[in-house]
């Protein structure tokens, strides 16, 4: 069964203190893992797509890589906007749609 | 402005009483597709289309409708809302697998 996982649920962070999230994936012929921010009551908003193993992606503070079976959203000196819910989504070969993890809840305090 | 609409954007209404939530896109996206989002569940798929008359389930699809009869356009159909369907719902339309979603439409059936 297709799947995705990502931890923490909840991560609470001190500004400037860097930290990661963890998306881990199973899925029959990946085209692609996604990630989104999510503000409270708004649409995700797209971050960044990854499509092989060792690729990365960088934006601002945040950095995404991919292996072979997890993803990794690295937030670097993270400022208070940052918070947000993070999620994942893997694109799935034949079906052409997106299955999404539960997300984790950042937070960040000055 | 390149984007994804959505009306109406909040909607209460009463077990059995059909409604139509609109989605319109303006980029030119041939995939669109439909998720509701319910605390603890994260996203899930109701529907996809990946052209103009061509639609798919997604992971939760019963007792949703949709149709494509033009490229800009996606309704999901509720034809006798039940309570269950209480839930926040996002349209989104694709280029290349990467999707960009709605405002999202908050519906409660009472």
């Known amino acids: 069964e297709d799947q995705v996982t990502q931890s923490p649920e909840a991560l609470r962070l001190q500004e400037g203190e860097s930290s990661s999230l963890n998306c881990s994936y199973t899925v029959s012929g990946l085209r692609g893992l996604f990630w989104y921010r999510q503000d409270p009551g708004k649409g995700p908003e797209f971050l960044f797509t990854?499509?092989?193993a060792g690729e990365e992606k960088e934006k601002e503070r945040l950095k995404a890589t991919l292996t072979k079976k997890e993803s990794f959203l690295h937030i670097t000196a993270p400022k208070p906007e940052d918070s947000a819910t993070y999620l994942c989504?893997?694109?799935?070969?034949?079906?052409?749609?997106?299955?999404f993890g539960k997300g984790t809840k950042l937070s960040v305090k000055p | 402005e390149a984007q994804v609409t959505q009306n109406p954007r909040y909607l209460i209404t009463v077990t059995g009483k059909k409604l139509t939530v609109t989605c319109s896109q303006n980029?030119?996206?041939?995939?669109m597709s439909w998720y509701r989002q319910d605390p603890g569940l994260g996203l899930r798929q109701i529907y996809y289309s990946m052209n103009v008359e061509v639609t798919d389930k997604g992971d939760v699809p019963e007792g949703y409708k949709v149709s494509r009869k033009e490229k800009r356009n996606f309704p999901l159909i509720l034809e006798s809302p039940s309570p269950n369907q209480t839930s926040l719902y996002f349209c989104?339309?694709?280029?290349?697998?990467?999707?960009?979603f709605g405002p999202g439409t908050r519906l409660t059936v009472l």
């Open positions: 990854l499509y092989s």
């Open positions: 980029m030119n996206h041939e995939y």
């Open positions: 989504a893997v694109g799935r070969g034949s079906q052409g749609n997106l299955i």
């Open positions: 989104a339309s694709s280029l290349s697998g990467t999707e960009f």
